[in-house]
């Protein structure tokens, strides 16, 4: 089956300084791979998904991914930060066996 | 269109009561799945149906946890009896395709006393 692991647990960064946050998955095949962001007390909304085509995603509210097939990777990164962009982001990849898996989630401060 | 509707947002509960937690997914939406967040495991898929169908239940903590889809409107995913350690925010997402973006429900927050 295939996961995910996203190394920090969590980041804090200064408003208008740039982000990146770090995803790896594990799947045998192609994979489906998402960025989710979930506010305290929310559900998770999406912020980029990639399928096929271009390595590099452009998602909502600035959000930006690349997909690096060599490294399993599926960074999410953002040039500027906003405070309103404090929240838990969580990556996720999905396959053909129709079910998805979340990573633990990277929790973001954003300092003034 | 309205998005993933669940219920109850919070409950609170005595150890030994039976739980029901409800989920409308978005019309159209054949596949429904039941996640399980708590701090100390992240996000766990607990239970998915395609068609009110259940695919992969494997997740299912233990025999005290059941799910049901009657109909493609309603779901519901039922705890008998309840434990302490059954306490998180349980999510009902929905999606349309085979393979696509979930979208969530706002979660009911469980806590078991």
């Known amino acids: 089956a295939q996961s995910v692991t996203q190394p920090d647990i969590h980041i804090t960064v200064s408003e208008g300084a740039s982000l990146e946050l770090r995803c790896n998955y594990s799947?045998?095949?192609?994979?489906?791979l998402f960025w989710y962001v979930q506010s305290p007390g929310q559900g998770l909304q999406l912020l980029l998904k990639?399928?096929?085509?271009?390595?590099l995603v452009q998602g909502i509210k600035g959000f930006e991914a690349e997909f690096k097939r060599s490294q399993s990777s599926f960074n999410l990164r953002k040039p500027s930060v906003h405070w309103s962009d404090a929240a838990e982001y969580f990556c996720a990849v999905g396959a053909r066996n129709n079910d998805m898996r979340f990573g633990a989630g990277t929790r973001l401060t954003v300092k003034p | 269109d309205a998005g993933v509707i669940q219920s109850p947002r919070h409950e609170v509960t005595e150890m030994g009561q039976e739980v029901t937690l409800r989920c409308k997914p978005i019309?159209?939406?054949?596949?429904l799945f039941w996640y399980r967040q708590t701090m100390m495991r992240g996000l766990e898929l607990l239970i998915y149906?395609?068609?009110?169908?259940?695919?992969?239940d494997s997740g299912m903590p233990e025999d005290r946890f059941s799910a049901k889809m009657p109909n493609a409107s309603f779901s519901t995913l039922k705890i008998q009896p309840s434990e302490p350690r059954d306490s998180a925010v349980y999510f009902c997402?929905?999606?349309?395709?085979?393979?696509?973006?979930?979208?969530f429900g706002e979660g009911s927050r469980l806590t078991v006393l």
């Open positions: 990639y399928f096929s085509g271009d390595t």
């Open positions: 997402a929905s999606r349309k395709k085979q393979v696509g973006e979930l979208f």
């Open positions: 799947y045998g095949a192609t994979p489906y």
């Open positions: 149906f395609n068609n009110n169908v259940p695919i992969d």
């Open positions: 019309s159209g939406h054949d596949y």
